[in-house]
């Protein structure tokens, strides 16, 4: 666990139109940034980046977010991830509290001596006529075989041992180069197999994927996991196609390396693959991140209708209202590789666009093998469908879901979600049209200092401790009040929103940030803050004053007294405020 305390120092060392600028063309607009958002197809600029505030906005698909936020989202990185990178890209290290399951810190030089490897392997290719007639035989250039790194490893024991200083070194184990086998032998893991460095989003060889050029098993051969290498968190050729993905806003998941880079020069370069394990939650959110449908495309095997529900068991709690996923089932005689050489570009684009959504995958296979026309048969769907469901967190989805398989089972939605323990969702009331259209108010009192507080944190410290706010924004106001007089005394906006990012008040949060951001620079919120407090304080004196008139004659003397002294503050406000 990364402390909090780190996470805003980290904040104020970074500039968020740097970390933006390493990935997307910023141009100057105003006190701000602007460009057309790399999180959906736009032809105007409607993301705006804030230096003042240290967050981003996007007018046109609602993005938003902190220095930390644009690295998750456009790297497809989780939140620690996320913070490495751009602690190590300012020169800090993460420090980690203690946990049940401490984190493993890897040495610089492990990546180095994958990197040594590559090279090793990429010359070897050079040298293996055998291993280039392979690929020209799978119809792969010269180029895209640079483009991916790919290599070869000699039918030798200890190839690596002419490629490092010390073969006999640990971190030969470590990064699973090599295997030790009995009396402490060493020999190389990969040996006569085609080399597929395996890269992270960062760019830095993490492990490799060896394909047999001839028949044999296993037919791909893949790193262990190791401290620098974790298969249920990577895909590869994601490095490669993150630009790709962004653009087509679409990323197809295949089985095998040489169906991504095949794919790749072909021209569908937004295309990775699972390395040897089944599709994870966390490759689907990860993807996710990044674009706006995952298309699965398996062989139509048995092999490949397994991995097919495996995937969609593990997506299934990851979907997003409004976002696709889609399954493409090639005929058993092609892969990916095969079909797109037979039939073009053009035919395998054709058929992800008619790719089976996963609504209808999931109906078809717990219908397919049940006879709907008897009790027994739409009761096993009833149980069967039950746990999936179950499992969606998206709200539209897992409710249309449910609705279908009500129909099918020939029971109301109702009958249903009390069969499975589901509180229904109350429809929102109809409310009449206007008969005209009604005048803009301003802002509440509570809202305008939200928007003060969010847009400069260290006003929360100014606000009186008895102050009565009413309205939704109360609580987040004296939330970031209480979180600053306890353990932040300064910080920014930018700050506050990652302090903020799960806890309820996020999205009040977000919104006053955005709704403080189309104010502009000239807005004068210190201005504005001790205008509101001011009303404030006026407002707790009239309301003082007029419980105590109300009493009139049947006033205590301290009462009137209390009375007097709240008349001359009054006054004396007022006096001041001319």
Known sequence: MIPKSFIQDLLNRLDI?????????????????????????????????????????????????????????????????A????????????PHENTSTPSQKVAPDLYELMQTAARFYREQLKMAPRAIDYLKGRGLSGEIAARFGIGYAPDDWQNLKAAVPNYLDASMV??????????????????????????????????????VLDKGEPKYLNSPETALF????ELYGLFQAQKAIRANQRVIVVEGYMDVVALAQLGVEYTVATLGTATTPYHVQKLLRLCEQIVFCFDGDRAGQKAAWRA??????????????????????????????????????????????????????LTAPLDLHTQEGRSALLQNAQPLLSSITAPATALLLRKEIAALAGVTQAELEALWSIKPVAAPTR????????????????????????????????LPT?????GTESAAIHAVADWLNESASETTTAALSEHFRDSIH??????????????????????????????LELEALEQQISSLEVKGLSMSETEREQHRQLLRWRNEFKTRKQ
């Open 83 to 94: 913070v490495e990178e751009l602690a190590r890209s300012v020169g800090m290290t993460v």
């Open 466 to 470: 008895q102050l009565h706010i009413d």
């Open 174 to 211: 470590d990064t699973g180069l090599v295997i030790e086998g009995e009396n402490n032998k060493r020999y190389d893991r990969f040996r006569d197999r085609i080399m597929f460095p395996i890269v992270n989003v960062r760019g830095q060889i993490i492990g490799f994927g060896g394909r």
């Open 230 to 233: 974790e298969k249920g968190h």
């Open 17 to 81: 139109v740097d970390v933006v600028e390493r990935y997307l063309p910023l141009k100057k607009a105003g006190a701000n940034y602007v460009a057309c958002c790399p999180f959906h197809n736009e032809k105007s600029p409607s993301f705006t980046v804030s230096p003042s505030k240290q967050f981003y906005h996007c007018f046109g698909c609602g993005a938003h977010g902190t220095a930390i936020s644009f690295t998750m989202d456009h790297l497809g990185l989780g939140f620690v991830e």
């Open 506 to 535: 996020a999205p009040l949060l977000n919104q006053a940030q955005t709704e403080a951001l189309a104010f502009g620079e000239k807005f004068d919120f210190d201005a504005e803050f001790i205008g509101i407090l001011s009303k």
């Open 431 to 462: 409310q009449p049209a206007p008969s005209r259209k009604p005048s803009r108010t301003a802002p509440s009192s509570s809202r305008t200092l939200l928007l003060c507080v969010v847009n400069n944190p260290s006003l929360a410290l100014q």
């Open 312 to 365: 969609l068991e593990n997506a299934l709690p990851q979907l997003q209202d409004g976002k696709r996923i889609s399954f493409l089932f090639l005929p058993e005689e092609h892969d990916p590789d095969t079909y797109i050489r037979a039939y073009g570009r053009e035919a395998f684009e054709l058929e992800l666009d008619n790719a089976l959504p996963l609504s209808g995958y999931l109906l078809r296979e």
